[in-house]
């Protein structure tokens, strides 16, 4: 099996005394007969696309930053913070990490063949069909949501 790593874009937007200071890396695996691509938190990224090209299965992050503000406005939190902080959180939901269209987009540019989607954003009705039609408006390839003990 061969590892490769490479820093994605997870903490790219920091400035001031956190910028450059934490790190976050995607990682492929190839074996004999398959590559699979895994990522954990990261937005847009040219180097994970590199990463990712060709690979059998492509396992991302998933963000809906409409779902976390609507969590937030529902517990109260939104109200509260002030609006410099609520644009904060927006671009870290949207830049730091992988939403539907982003998704879509990497996993054309890559040609992957399968799409999973994983470490979603939580609903209490588990339905992620808007989430997964986001990622298809720019993959035609398979797209999944990830379950506990899915094996591909």
Avoid: C
């Avoid at 990463?51 to 992050?61: I, Y």
């Avoid at 904060?88 to 830049?95: E, M, S, V």
């Avoid at 999973?116 to 069909?129: A, I, K, P």
Wanted: hydrophobic share 35%; net charge neutral.
């Amino acid at each position: 099996m061969k590892v490769t790593a490479v820093e994605n874009s997870h903490f790219r937007f920091h400035s001031g005394p956190s910028a450059g200071k934490h790190k976050s890396y995607s990682y492929r695996f190839d074996t004999p007969d398959r590559s699979i691509v895994f990522t954990g938190d990261s937005g847009e990224s040219d180097a994970l696309t590199e990463l990712a090209k060709g690979a059998d299965l492509f396992v991302t992050e998933t963000v809906s930053f409409k779902d976390r503000m609507q969590r937030m406005i529902a517990s109260g939190q939104w109200q509260v913070l002030t609006p410099s902080e609520q644009v904060g959180i927006q671009r870290q939901a949207t830049q730091g990490h992988m939403t539907p269209e982003i998704i879509g987009k990497t996993a054309a540019r890559a040609s992957v063949k399968t799409v999973v989607l994983s470490h979603l954003t939580y609903r209490d009705d588990g339905n992620y069909t808007d989430i997964v039609e986001g990622v298809r408006q720019y993959f035609s390839g398979r797209v999944v949501v990830a379950n506990d003990l899915a094996e591909f």
